[in-house]
């Protein structure tokens, strides 16, 4: 697909992805080229845009910048605080688990943050000067959600029980 056919909230969506992943890879794995992180890669794409869900599901719309600050203040506290053994395991799901208990424990100082006047304000005087921005960065977490929806994990389904077989439930 030619860069002019890729809508602008898409590629926003996609550099903020790039960037996040690109930092995870030099942060913890041994660069981009580890085999691991090419194997944990969809689960790390999943993790990053979860908080993307949450947002939208609370209809807070966020620039790229900011929306990138909070993920890397979490990745910084995984560096400095997280549980090694757990990272080393499989860093997608430690990341995930990292970002849903922080919007649990602050999910309420979080929303009211972003649902203020004071920042409602802030926005709208951002999004002055270029409307057509304002409207990227409101779709961009629009793909982000997405991007977290495609990536779910898929499971499997157990094979059930054989259906051929009667059951006598009786009560005396």
Known sequence: MTAEKIHRSAAVAKEVIDSLLGQIAREHYSGPTDRRYH???RGLIHAIC???SWFQERSIH???ARYKAIIQKQLREIHQHGNRSQTQAYFPKYLLTCLQNHF???GESIYEQYRHVRYTIEI???KLPDLQQ???NEEMIDVLSQAHRITRPVRKNKPSKDCTQLKFD???
Do not use: I
């Open 39 to 41: 194997a944990h890669r």
């Open 50 to 52: 979860w908080p993307a």
């Open 62 to 64: 966020l620039s790229d």
């Open 104 to 106: 649990l424990h602050r």
């Open 124 to 126: 709208l005087l951002q």
């Open 134 to 136: 304002s409207k990227t």
């Open 170 to 172: 009786f009560e005396v």
